[in-house]
């Protein structure tokens, strides 16, 4: 009978300085996203990030498959930072396990967090990951990411913007692609006022304070004549500025109006 005996070796000791200058090669890397994950009965905003930020220590280990393994660390997380609803990181690993790391296309990335409160415990390899979007990149793909990130944050508080105006009737949708336009034009791009301190400006500040400025439009379709206190008419003293200025009389848009709607309550009534 054959008998199997497992012997036990004494673990070789490598100096910390031998780990650290072995490290050399830093790879940046997506790591997360903000946004709701209820399988894990989480949910992220960007606040979230900003935290997981504040409290990261360096050092966090990088694994395979969130388990532990004799070749632990593989590598360690050096920085993270959030851009936009995106947490991004630089990851250091050794010259020769980097250059694997390139052969194999091994770059899908997950990441281990502890709930309360909220921080970063570790960053595994997997094959399948969480969020579709965590990778290793490479150094001149996270300018163009950054790039990108920014571009969609900028359209968010366009949208934002456009949204407001419109709440407060200082837009109207046929001029909302020109508003568009000029809220998300390039900081670089600037307006000079004669005698304002705080000149130049840039476009989409000028836009912003030249609609914050303007009286409300009118939408005559949702008006509720005699509802809103504008004398004869119900119309408010803007409505009659504008229809005035159109070369209406005020007093025959509002017979109109009542008219049609008196005919659509009629036609309404013999419906039934």
Do not use: C, N
Not at 42 to 56: M, N, P, S
């Amino acid at each position: 009978m054959t008998e199997h005996v497992t012997l036990e070796a004494a673990p070789m000791a490598f100096s910390e300085k031998d780990t650290e200058e072995e490290r050399r090669s830093e790879r940046p890397a997506r790591l997360l996203e903000a946004g709701s994950y209820p399988d894990k009965g989480l949910t992220l905003t960007e606040d979230d990030l900003d935290g997981i930020v504040a409290r990261f220590a360096e050092g966090i280990p990088v694994k395979v498959e969130h388990r532990d393994s004799p070749l632990d660390p593989l590598g360690h997380v050096k920085r993270v930072w959030r851009e936009g609803t995106a947490l991004l990181g630089t990851l250091a690993f050794p010259d020769d396990l980097a250059a694997f790391l390139r052969r194999r296309g091994a770059a899908k990335l997950s990441v281990g967090l502890t709930r309360d409160p909220l921080a970063l415990t570790e960053v595994s390899l997997v094959l399948k990951p969480r969020v579709a979007s965590a990778t290793l990149m490479e150094q001149e793909d996270v300018s163009a990411e950054v790039a990108r990130l920014r571009a969609a944050l900028r359209d968010q508080a366009v949208s934002a913007d456009i949204a407001a105006f419109k709440a407060q009737g200082r837009l109207v949708p046929a001029s909302e692609d020109a508003a568009r336009a000029l809220l998300a034009a390039p900081e670089g791009a600037t307006v000079t006022l004669t005698d304002r301190p705080d000149s130049p400006l840039s476009v989409a500040e000028t836009f912003r304070r030249f609609l914050a400025a303007q009286p409300p439009v009118v939408t005559l379709g949702e008006v509720a004549l005699g509802a809103q206190g504008g004398g004869e008419t119900g119309f408010s003293q803007y409505e009659h500025m504008f229809l005035s200025s159109l070369g209406a009389d005020p007093a025959k848009v509002a017979a109109l109006i009542r008219a049609e709607r008196a005919g659509q309550t009629k036609g309404e009534t013999h419906a039934h």
